[in-house]
């Protein structure tokens, strides 16, 4: 082999290294995106099902509160609606939206029942609420794991230079499941 040969050889792969390496990178970082993507929807899906059992749970415990507390039809009805937003939501935003709202509305149902001790001690009411309460922390475990995956997505496609890739990729930032601000307090109990 001659030296003009060698050279050749050595331009040749040094052009292929500086190809392959940025493009393996790009392989390598879009493929992560799109993993951690899916990790939210996955996140998201779990959240889902566990709103679903509380919304399913809804109706049952309504009646039985509506049995009991006659004269409670104002926070009886803005369950309903608020239940019935869910059932129309049809982005994750709308569906965070919805579901804080319903949140607020059962967390006030909670503190009409405190005014009803024969309610409190309703067998099949005891049962329905345990499976509430069995279902929020579901959703708290469920928001919580969405939330991380979401925490660890935003951080990768908004650290740089995967900002560049993911800005080219129309890779988006993804949205926080919050408690609302009005959750955050417990609710008060007045007797």
Same mark, same amino acid.
């Given at each position: 082999m001659t030296q003009g040969q060698k050279t050749t050889l050595i331009v040749i792969g040094i052009v292929l290294l500086a190809v392959?390496?940025?493009?393996?990178? !790009? @392989?390598g970082t879009y493929n992560s995106m799109v993993r951690m993507d899916e990790a939210i929807k996955g996140a998201w899906a779990q959240v889902e099902n566990q709103l679903q059992?509380?919304?399913?749970?809804?109706?049952?415990?309504?009646?039985?509160?509506?049995?009991?507390?006659?004269?409670?039809?104002?926070?009886? !009805? @803005?369950v309903t609606e608020a239940r019935s937003r869910v059932a129309g939501a049809g982005t994750i935003g709308q569906k965070i939206a919805a579901n804080n709202e319903l949140s607020s509305a059962l967390a006030r149902l909670l503190v009409v029942v405190e005014r009803y001790p024969e309610l409190k001690a309703n067998t099949n009411f005891i049962? !329905?609420?345990d499976e509430l309460a069995g279902t929020e922390n579901r959703i708290a475990v469920e928001r919580r794991r969405f939330n991380e995956a979401v925490r660890v997505y935003n951080t990768k496609i908004r650290s740089f230079p995967t900002n560049l890739i993911a800005g080219t990729f129309g890779f988006e930032k993804a949205t926080f499941f919050e408690v609302p601000k009005e959750r955050q307090e417990a609710p008060k109990v007045k007797f």
């Open positions: 392959l390496i940025p493009f393996l990178y !790009l @392989k059992r509380r919304y399913d749970l809804i109706p049952n415990y309504v009646e039985t509160v509506k049995g009991y507390a006659k004269h409670e039809k104002d926070v009886l !009805l @803005k049962r !329905l609420q």
